[in-house]
């Protein structure tokens, strides 16, 4: 089950600073972790993160060990048109997740 | 010989203050939201910063998803979980009428689970189940905490209360030494909290997961190097509702974030 939550403003002026926040589920195991018996957790995190403002990539973010698990990630991006925020998750062992929202500029 | 005993006279208060707790008054009550920094505090505000949302969401997806033998959702009976489950959780642990005891919530999943939808219990712990205490949880947001008003709890309350009054472990710790006694100290540099459970379940910042308060009593057992009781053990739920008890009347917050 992956799910994210995703927090753009649904109206912005022309040229107004938005604020997004993403927050993504997400265990962001290290690779450093032992089991009891000694056994290597294997790694399995997000490695990358990118937002899309109308197609055009407006906020890329590369992710590491370090980070804890369900990365909430938190940008600015200037409203200059009418339509849709995609987001991209992508990680170790496939993970591909997708997300979308839409802004009204006047 | 005089100051000997002098000495020894003015110790008896305090020695006697560590044997008996004193319980919190009403009005000193205070949320574990109450003891954190204005920085956590922001992430339980903002349902967009709070992880513990991603289970409610995983939650309401388990609610109308059809299990078991019978083919079942929750939503089948329960319809939209909305207006069924609000203010449900603030009543428990509640008395099961079947039993004759009191279940908590992921007890009563599970008996839902196992006679409504003849499905498998979901395990402690597990996603799902997490999911599904979380999403019903979140329908009491706000509403006044009202577990152990049923007078048949009252013998339950009462062993759930001699349990947090009772030295345990290595340590020889009881709850109520620390979170009666000790509410406004640190421990390290934690803050020691009333211990009420006002936002189970709850993400914990250090488990970087949700948690149920079984698994917060748990820990807290291990910290005091007493043995744990095992998850569901009657005397975690007398626990439990001795604690929702102790906070009648607090708002619900779950899913809370908590250091």
Same mark, same amino acid.
């Given at each position: ?106 | ?117 003849? !499905?498998? %219990?979901?395990? *402690?712990?597990?996603? /799902? &189940?997490?999911? #599904? ?7 009491? @947001? +706000? ?82 190097? !007493?043995? %744990?009781?095992? *998850?569901?053990?009657? /005397? &975690?739920?007398? #626990? ?7 906070? @009648? +009347? ?10």
């Amino acid at each position: 089950m992956a799910a994210a939550l995703i927090n753009v403003p649904k109206h912005a002026r022309r040229g107004e600073v938005i604020e997004i926040k993403t927050l993504m589920s997400h265990i962001m195991e290290t690779g450093y972790r032992h089991t009891a018996e000694g056994a290597v957790v294997p790694r399995d995190i997000i490695t990358s993160f990118v937002c899309r403002y109308n197609g055009a990539e407006v906020f890329r973010a590369e992710l590491f060990p370090a980070i804890a698990a369900n990365p909430f990630i938190s940008f600015f991006t200037t409203a200059t048109e009418s339509g849709k925020l995609e987001f991209e998750w992508i990680g170790d062992n496939g993970f591909s997740e997708t997300a979308s929202a839409s802004i009204a500029v006047e | 010989m005089r100051t000997a005993v002098a000495i020894v006279l003015a110790m008896l208060p305090i020695a006697a203050s560590t044997l008996s707790a004193t319980e919190i008054p009403q009005g000193e009550r205070r949320s574990g939201y109450s003891f954190m920094t204005p920085e956590t505090q922001a992430i339980q505000n903002d349902d967009t910063a709070n992880p513990g949302m991603l289970w409610v969401l995983d939650g309401d997806a388990l609610w109308k998803k059809k299990t078991g033998a019978t083919d079942k959702s929750c939503a089948d009976c329960h319809d939209d979980a909305s207006i069924s489950m609000k203010g449900v959780a603030a009543r428990y642990p509640a008395f099961d009428r079947a039993t004759g005891h009191p279940v908590n919530l992921e007890q009563r999943v599970n008996l839902c689970r196992t006679t409504h939808q003849q !499905a498998t %219990p979901l395990a *402690y712990e597990s996603r /799902e &189940l997490l999911a #599904l205490t979380a999403v019903i949880a979140a329908q009491s @947001r +706000g509403t006044a905490i009202d577990a152990g008003s049923d007078p048949q709890l009252e013998p339950f309350v009462a062993k759930g209360r001699a349990l947090f009054m009772l030295r345990q472990g290595q340590l020889n710790l009881a709850c109520a030494n620390c979170h009666d006694d000790h509410w406004d100290k640190h421990l390290a540099g934690s803050a020691i909290t009333q211990a009420q459970p006002t936002g189970y379940p709850l993400y914990r910042l250090e488990w970087q997961s949700l948690g149920s308060l079984q698994r917060r009593l748990r820990s807290c057992m291990i910290g005091m190097r !007493a043995q %744990p009781f095992d *998850y569901g053990a009657p /005397e &975690l739920v007398d #626990l439990e509702l001795y604690l929702m008890s102790r906070a @009648r +009347g607090m708002p619900m917050e779950s899913p809370a974030v908590r250091p």
